[in-house]
């Protein structure tokens, strides 16, 4: 059983800056892809970034691409979302996840485990 849980959201304005952690407990972090998720009032779960096992590749979703950086530091079983440039149209509960697989990982039911979301709020 792996435990992650999600640090890091807030509000903030447009234009602005968060960097959400993700710390992973339970087993080998570094065995696993990990992905970050969100959630928007009344719209379904979306992929937001995945980084492979060892940080060989990283996948964006075309609507971040540019101003999110995901990254893990394997060592301290963490996970990261540097967000940048924030819209008003990122405001959404972002989970990370992680996965088994190396592949399809865009894809939600491709995650084993998830944790309990971090609020993102970004005012205009």
């Known amino acids: 059983q792996v435990q992650l849980v999600e640090s890091g959201g807030g509000l903030v304005q447009a234009g602005g800056s968060l960097r959400l952690s993700c710390a992973a407990s339970g087993r080998t972090f570094s065995s696993y892809t990990m992905g970050w998720f969100r959630q928007a009032p009344g719209k379904e779960r979306e992929f937001v970034a995945a980084i492979t096992r060892s940080a060989e590749y990283t996948y964006y979703a075309d609507s971040v691409k540019g101003r999110f950086t995901i990254s893990r530091d394997n060592a301290k079983n963490t996970g990261y979302l540097q967000m940048n440039s924030l819209d008003v149209e990122d405001t959404a509960v972002y989970y990370c996840?992680?996965?088994?697989?190396?592949?399809?990982?865009?894809?939600?039911?491709?995650?084993?485990?998830w944790g309990q979301g971090t609020q993102v709020t970004v005012s205009a």
């Open positions: 996840a992680i996965s088994e697989r190396y592949y399809g990982i865009s894809i939600s039911q491709q995650y084993n485990y």
